[in-house]
T-cell receptor
Framework: NAGVMQNPRHLVRRRGQEARLRCSPM?????VYWYRQLPEEGLKFMVY????????ESGMPKERFSAEFPKEGPSILRIQQVVRGDSAAYFC?????????????FGPGTRLTVL | QQQVKQSPQSLIVQKGGISIINCAYE??????FPWYQQFPGKGPALLIA?????SEKKEGRFTISFNKSAKQFSLHIMDSQPGDSATYFC?????????????FGTGTKLQVIP
């Protein structure tokens, strides 16, 4: 019963590079959520995906950020042309399919540092 | 209207004391109120949760008190222990579009000193 897995745990990028963050949900979970946590702040919702579909991306910046959850493989959060303000912890959570699923289970996060 | 306000930002409590963290919300459509505990370098973990039709929920040393009319809820940690030292986030969620959309408070860093 592995939990939500995220990798890498730490990622360092220079300004202008691309960052790819991966999330493998818990077994049997088909809903994935991405959150961003800035230092000393709470988690901010970014995007909610089901397999092959983006359901709600209302919290995602309009430019440079994209997310996918393919039929096979992990969910990917991609940040193009990173800037220093992208430095944060990015958490993925998953929940099982079904109606009114209350609990989201979080991964350990990826800490992105942009130099 | 989607904000959840949390206080205090930080809290120091003696071992054996009671830790109290307060949260307030605006949107009366929120229908689920979880609390998460986060240790340094880890992801948040669900601690305890309550629905608005209940005024109190207790699990071990952790109690949520919920005041629907005031739109406030709080977490009480009885007999606080050094191992409880962590950051606590309240949250409020709304079932919409087939999933629970969660709004988090800004967090309270709790330190329990021996």
């Amino acid at each position: 019963n592995a939990g939500v897995m995220q990798n890498p745990r730490h990622l360092v990028r220079r300004r202008g590079q691309e960052a790819r963050l991966r999330c493998s949900p818990m077994k049997g979970h088909s809903h994935v959520y991405w959150y961003r946590q800035l230092p000393e702040e709470g988690l901010k919702f970014m995007v909610y995906l089901q397999k092959e579909n983006i359901i709600d991306e209302s919290g995602m910046p309009k430019e440079r950020f994209s997310a996918e959850f393919p039929k096979e493989g992990p969910s990917i959060l991609r940040i193009q042309q990173v800037v220093r303000g992208d430095s944060a912890a990015y958490f993925c959570a998953s929940s099982p399919p079904g109606l009114a699923t209350d609990t989201q289970y979080f991964g350990p996060g990826t800490r992105l540092t942009v130099l | 209207q989607q904000q959840v306000k949390q206080s205090p930002q930080s809290l120091i409590v003696q071992k054996g004391g009671i830790s109290i963290i307060n949260c307030a919300y605006e949107n009366t459509a929120f229908d689920y109120f979880p609390w998460y505990q986060q240790f340094p370098g880890k992801g948040p973990a669900l601690l305890i949760a309550i629905r608005p039709d209940v005024s109190e929920k207790k699990e071990g040393r952790f109690t949520i008190s919920f005041n629907k009319s005031a739109k406030q809820f709080s977490l009480h940690i009885m007999d606080s222990q050094p191992g409880d030292s962590a950051t606590y986030f309240c949250a409020a969620s709304l079932y919409s579009g087939g999933y629970q959309k969660v709004t988090f408070g800004t967090g309270t860093k709790l330190q329990v000193i021996p």
